[in-house]
């Protein structure tokens, strides 16, 4: 099993949502936050003012899948989500040595 962080931009949220539910991807968990990566925050003029944004606005995207599913739920999210552009963001890919679902007590695979 394992467990699929992705990073993206707000905007690309239902999208991806609507892509991994076309899919057969449900079960997912979302997370407001900020953060930035190589582009270093963000410089906004606003008339004569510049405001420096040191955190951007982020989603974070997080899944739970059995092993062959991950490069589908990868594959989905990296297509769905790319602009192009920095801040595009990221996707890791951590290994879940278990699951458990609370209301039954099923474990592993099961419990996902």
């Excluded at 949220?13 to 900020?34: H, S, Y």
């Excluded at 890919?93 to 592993?108: F, N, S």
């Amino acid at each position: 099993m394992k467990l699929i962080i992705a990073i993206i931009r707000p905007e690309k949220l239902p999208q991806v949502m609507k892509a991994l539910q076309d899919n057969g991807i449900q079960p997912l968990t979302v997370f407001e936050v900020r953060g930035r990566g190589e582009q270093g925050g963000l410089v906004i003029t606003h008339g004569p003012i510049q405001y420096h944004m040191e955190l951007l606005p982020k989603v974070r995207i997080e899944i739970a899948v059995p092993d062959r599913y991950v490069e589908k739920v990868v594959n989905i999210i990296q297509k769905v989500a790319w602009t192009g552009r920095p801040g595009d963001g990221k996707i890791f890919i951590l290994t879940l040595d278990d699951a458990i679902r609370i209301r039954t007590g099923e474990r592993g695979e099961k419990a996902l």
